[in-house]
């Protein structure tokens, strides 16, 4: 394969949690008095990290959040995850491809180490990327908004895992399927292949290939 490390975006990408997760944010804010619509949420704030959602409610509506707003909202969406999360078809197959060609992979997702963790072990996938090494770099192959600060669509996310895994970011690809996500790998000097299960392509302005089916991948690796 033509990079050296592929970099996944975790919701939406590894494991099918945007539409859980949208909903359960559309409602809590609308329970909250910030009335939202599933679509609206899914515009606003798919890909980022938590501290977006403090930011857009802010600017539009001049009030803060609960204080407790990021505790419950997890809360509620990791009892949903661990009742019906499910991984994002043909994804696995797409590791253990990645696995058997020696191509090192990782894990970079706004959300945070808990949520993501809750995800790859509810899904079944948590043993393809555990903290193990995979051919080079420190070992940690899960990196998340929290370590950096600055989450999607800034670069310092992607950025961070490539020099954790001690790979140039111009030899990375990224996989990522929100407008902010590809915003960021570009932002780092990354290839990203956007994933349009979701997201119309046309939202996906810039990715270096989009693609809508989990078998396409390899081949846009290659």
Known sequence: MRYDLVIFDNDGVLVDSEPISNRILADYLT????????EE???????GAVHRIHEVVRERSGERLPAGFDETFHARVFEAFRRQLEPVPGVAEVLEELGADGVPYCVASSGSHERIRVALKKTGLFGKFGEGRLGC???????????????????????????????????????????????????AGMDVHGFTAMTPAAKLAGATAVFGDMTELPGLLR
Request: hydrophobic share 35%; glycine share 12%; charged share 25%.
């Open 31 to 38: 329970e909250l008095g910030h009335p939202t619509t599933y």
């Open 41 to 47: 949420s899914l515009r606003d704030y798919m890909g």
């Open 137 to 187: 770099g420190s070992g940690e192959r899960i990196f998340s908004a929290e370590d950096v600060g600055r989450g999607k669509p800034e670069p310092d996310l992607f950025l961070h895992a490539a020099k954790e895994m001690g790979i140039a970011p111009e030899r990375c690809a990224v996989v990522e399927d929100s407008p902010l996500g590809v915003r960021a790998a570009l932002a």
